[in-house]
């Protein structure tokens, strides 16, 4: 790895995906340089998040890493002046869509404000390459499937959804605005599974949001049972369908996006999913047979802004990212498991 590799910020890089997205940078012979202020990460030795920890060993290089808030300017100027980016990949971001009913006020300021001070920073340090994580909740109640990039957006049910909506449409102002910015802004459907190492995973605090974290748990004899939100919904089995995509090829995608920067694509915006949609109950059933443990389960009514069906024509990257989601179903459910096996607390 030469001294000329490229330095790449990563905003949130010790979430989930970020972390993710870390390791694929690394093996890509990029050099990440991750911010993160703790709000959904472990602490570990090393004043590191323990994520990224764990990403060091699978990778054998140190990770470069600084605790900072995304709304902090004055530490964001800071960080832009003492590195040089090639381009920003931006995670940061609050994400629970129940608790962003409850406080649409933090959300905003979290998701909009962070976003405007790191576009501002970038652009008086002159840095114009940025890849976005956006989510398949900008298309609200889809009004056809699968959904393509072309499909109407912003009817969002809630404000976590709205937030991810309004910085798409920031970003691409900014890219009208200025011809000389570059931006991917990537839909992400239902990110699942784990690193094959089984090092690094999904560490939900607390009660888990998502599906599968939940039923993993459930797998694991964390969590008594699985509450089913409606079986009463227009699909093959009564319970809601979503297109789930291995986090690996998720994080591979953001790679293509990096390279897709390169190009001067100007605003460009891609739907990360598998094209395949499964229902609750079927991803229970692979679960199990993933886990061979029985995962007991309760029906229970809808949950408010739950849509029956969400899957991707992921097409589109496919085309111009030359990215395609290469994992399936028990891959994700094979890797998801031998991280909750090996870690049954989390991190």
Same mark, same amino acid.
């Given at each position: 790895?030469?001294?000329?590799?490229?330095?790449?910020?990563?905003?949130?890089?010790?979430?989930?995906?970020?972390?993710?997205?870390?390791? @694929?940078?690394?093996?890509?012979?990029?050099?990440?340089?991750?911010?993160?202020?703790?709000?959904?990460?472990?602490?570990?030795?090393?004043?590191?998040?323990?994520?990224?920890?764990?990403?060091?060993?699978?990778?054998?290089?140190?990770?470069?890493?600084?605790?900072?808030?995304?709304?902090?300017?004055?530490?964001?100027?800071?960080?832009?002046?003492?590195?040089?980016?090639?381009?920003?990949?931006?995670?940061?971001?609050?994400?629970?869509?129940?608790?962003?009913?409850?406080?649409?006020? @933090?959300?905003?300021?979290?998701?909009?404000?962070?976003?405007?001070?790191?576009?501002?920073?970038?652009?008086?340090?002159?840095?114009?390459?940025?890849?976005?994580?956006?989510?398949?909740?900008?298309?609200?109640?889809?009004? %056809?499937?699968?959904?393509?990039?072309?499909?109407? /957006?912003?009817?969002?049910?809630?404000?976590?959804?709205?937030?991810? #909506?309004?910085?798409?449409?920031?970003?691409?102002?900014?890219?009208?605005? @200025?011809?000389?910015?570059?931006?991917?802004?990537?839909?992400?459907?239902?990110?699942?599974?784990?690193? @094959?190492?089984?090092?690094?995973?999904?560490?939900?605090?607390?009660?888990?949001?998502?599906?599968?974290? #939940?039923?993993?748990?459930?797998? /694991?004899?964390?969590?008594?049972?699985?509450?089913?939100?409606?079986?009463?919904?227009?699909?093959?089995?009564?319970?809601?369908?979503?297109? %789930?995509?291995?986090?690996?090829?998720?994080?591979?995608?953001?790679?293509?996006?990096?390279?897709?920067?390169?190009?001067?694509?100007?605003?460009?915006?891609?739907?990360?999913?598998?094209?395949?949609? %499964?229902?609750?109950?079927?991803?229970?059933?692979?679960?199990?047979?993933?886990?061979?443990?029985?995962?007991?389960?309760?029906?229970?009514?809808?949950?408010?802004?739950?849509?029956?069906?969400?899957?991707?024509?992921?097409?589109?990257?496919?085309?111009?990212?030359?990215?395609?989601?290469?994992?399936?179903?028990?891959?994700?459910?094979?890797?998801?498991?031998?991280?909750?096996?090996?870690?049954?607390?989390?991190?």
């Amino acid at each position: 790895q030469g001294t000329m590799a490229e330095k790449i910020l990563v905003t949130g890089g010790a979430g989930y995906i970020g972390s993710h997205c870390v390791l @694929e940078l690394v093996e890509a012979g990029y050099v990440p340089v991750v911010i993160d202020n703790f709000h959904n990460a472990i602490r570990g030795a090393d004043a590191l998040p323990e994520s990224l920890r764990r990403v060091q060993q699978i990778v054998c290089q140190p990770i470069l890493f600084q605790e900072l808030d995304i709304t902090d300017e004055a530490a964001l100027q800071e960080l832009f002046s003492k590195h040089h980016f090639s381009a920003v990949m931006h995670f940061a971001g609050l994400k629970a869509v129940g608790e962003s009913v409850q406080k649409p006020l @933090e959300y905003y300021r979290v998701n909009l404000t962070g976003t405007i001070r790191l576009l501002e920073t970038m652009k008086a340090h002159d840095v114009r390459n940025i890849v976005f994580s956006s989510s398949a909740t900008v298309y609200g109640d889809p009004k %056809y499937l699968p959904l393509d990039e072309n499909h109407p /957006v912003g009817g969002c049910t809630n404000p976590y959804g709205k937030s991810k #909506y309004f910085i798409e449409e920031m970003i691409r102002d900014l890219c009208k605005a @200025e011809r000389d910015w570059n931006a991917v802004l990537l839909r992400y459907f239902n990110p699942i599974g784990a690193h @094959e190492s089984g090092m690094i995973g999904e560490d939900p605090q607390g009660i888990p949001n998502n599906l599968m974290p #939940y039923v993993a748990q459930v797998a /694991v004899g964390r969590r008594e049972f699985l509450n089913v939100f409606g079986n009463d919904y227009r699909t093959d089995d009564g319970t809601g369908v979503r297109d %789930y995509i291995h986090v690996v090829d998720l994080a591979k995608g953001h790679i293509a996006a990096l390279k897709k920067l390169k190009e001067n694509c100007g605003c460009k915006i891609y739907n990360l999913g598998t094209g395949t949609g %499964y229902s609750v109950l079927q991803m229970v059933r692979a679960m199990e047979k993933a886990s061979g443990r029985e995962i007991k389960y309760k029906i229970t009514g809808r949950r408010e802004g739950d849509v029956a069906s969400c899957y991707a024509n992921p097409a589109l990257a496919e085309r111009e990212l030359g990215w395609k989601a290469a994992f399936g179903l028990d891959k994700m459910c094979e890797d998801l498991w031998r991280w909750q096996l090996q870690n049954p607390t989390g991190f």
